[in-house]
Nanobody
Framework: QVQLVESGGGLVQAGGSLRISCTAS????????MGWFRQAPGKEREFVAA????????YYANSAKDRFTISRDNAKNTVYLQMTSLKPEDTAVYYC???????????????????WGQGTQVTVSS
């Protein structure tokens, strides 16, 4: 069973940058795609970005394109989300998920992931 721990969130001004991390344990990290999702108060969890097992393929929500970059370091069992040009509407709790199927391509659907951690709060002030 995979366990995920997100970290690196905080308070940042609009236009600023932040990098959040997610470290996995419990199974072979490099066999599974990874995804980042976020949930704002009163809203459903939404897809942000995903990365394939070998990092050759990355996928982004329209809201994240050209501003966020997902990456992974399989040697450190960690996936990152570098966020730039942050906007107040990016304020949310950010969660990472590990794909349910070994070697599968990433999915945009949160039901395709497991091992959700406690999340990390990102707050962007205007």
């Amino acid at each position: 069973q995979v366990q995920l721990v997100e970290s690196g969130g905080g308070l940042v001004q609009a236009g600023g940058s932040l990098r959040i991390s997610c470290t996995a344990s419990g199974r072979s990290f490099d066999n599974f795609p990874m995804g980042w999702f976020r949930q704002a108060p009163g809203k459903e969890r939404e897809f942000v970005a995903a990365i394939s097992v070998n990092a050759y393929s990355t996928y982004y929500a329209n809201s994240a394109k050209d501003r966020f970059t997902i990456s992974r370091d399989n040697a450190k069992n960690t996936v990152y989300l570098q966020m730039t040009s942050l906007k107040p509407e990016d304020t949310a709790v950010y969660y990472c998920g590990s794909g349910k199927e070994r070697w599968a391509p990433p999915t945009f659907d949160s039901h395709g992931y497991e091992g959700w951690g406690q999340g990390t709060q990102v707050t962007v002030s205007s």
